[in-house]
């Protein structure tokens, strides 16, 4: 009976500390452990086990694309305008072109700077001397305006005088003829003011131009299809399109028209450079177009639009 108590009690006293919580063992294994001898660290900075090597390859590497995103901003700000064909600062690249030499402005013709004759303006009526513009409406040549100038109105008052029939002027009046002369003259005077381009709209403004450019461009004579001649009218006429959405840049039609014009120029342009390398690069210096403004993809968006029209 007393070694029974006696083993309770043993039991009772050791069962304590063999079940002791989980949290207090841990606890006290971690406050008797020894520390570690190093202890890992995170910071944002090279680890400091890192190679000479290795440092140096990675150094290298962040430089080389600092580079070259720089070298991408440098190329997107240099970035020709659609429009015009040549980057902003690049005016004389136009202002040398063959094209811009050979083209009538609207606002010159009809302020009459070189399009008429020191004639009507230096000389008053009566005083013999007869209206004759320096530029022509319809698309006529020079050629054309002398014969019906110069050659028309003799012939016509000498027919007028004569009749279908006659052949001498032995019987005929001086005085008629000379009325008939001078009725001719005034007929030749007005004829010559209807065909003079400052009396022209925009559209005889463009036969003219168009007539010039055919002149200058086309590799023979009449030549109106080459591809040199096509990107010259095409020149122009985005050229004035811009000036027009420039003064109504509300014109939301003539926008998709202007896009489409420089697509199409685009077009003509490499298909030239398939053609011909030395041809590509002289038609772009004679209407002032820089490669990189047709070259790759043609991007015309809203913001350069908005941009060309409102001046921003």
């Known amino acids: 009976m007393l070694s029974r108590t006696a083993f309770q009690l043993a039991r009772g006293a050791a069962a304590p500390t063999s079940f002791a919580p989980l949290a207090s063992t841990s606890r006290a294994v971690l406050l008797h452990s020894p520390a570690p001898s190093q202890q890992r660290t995170f910071s944002a900075s090279a680890p400091a086990s890192e190679s000479r090597g290795k440092r140096k390859t990675r150094l290298v590497r962040k430089a080389n694309l600092d580079k070259k995103a720089q070298l991408v901003r440098q190329h997107e700000q240099s970035r020709p305008d659609p429009v015009l064909g040549y980057a902003q600062g690049n005016q004389e690249l136009w202002d040398k072109s ?24 230096g000389s008053p009526a009566g005083s013999g001397e007869h209206y004759t513009p320096h ?44 009325d008939a002369t001078r009725a001719e003259q005034e007929k030749r005077d007005t004829l010559m003011r209807i065909v003079d381009l400052r009396n022209a709209d925009s559209k005889g403004i463009e036969v003219e131009n168009t007539r010039r450019i055919v002149e200058a461009f086309g590799r023979v004579p009449g ?41 199409r120029r685009a077009r003509l342009l490499k298909y030239l450079r398939k053609v011909s390398v030395t041809r590509y690069e002289d ?22 639009l908005r941009t060309m029209i409102r001046g921003q």
């Open 98 to 121: 063959l094209l811009k030499q050979i083209l009538l402005r609207k606002e010159d013709v009809w302020a009459g700077k070189g399009a008429g004759s020191a004639a009507e303006e």
């Open 283 to 304: 038609v772009l210096d004679k209407i002032g177009v820089e490669p990189r403004a047709v070259e790759g993809e043609v991007v015309i968006t809203k913001e350069d």
């Open 135 to 178: 530029l022509f409406n319809f698309g006529l040549k020079a050629e054309t305006a002398h014969q019906l100038s110069d050659l028309l109105p003799p012939t016509a008052a000498l027919r007028s005088t004569l009749g279908d029939q006659a052949t001498s002027v032995g019987s005929v009046m001086v005085s008629r003829f000379e």
């Open 223 to 263: 030549d109106t299809a080459s591809p040199e001649v096509q990107a010259a009218i095409l020149t122009m006429r985005i050229r004035s399109l811009s000036s027009h959405l420039i003064a109504l840049p509300r014109d939301i039609q003539n926008r998709q028209a202007l896009r489409l014009m420089i697509s």
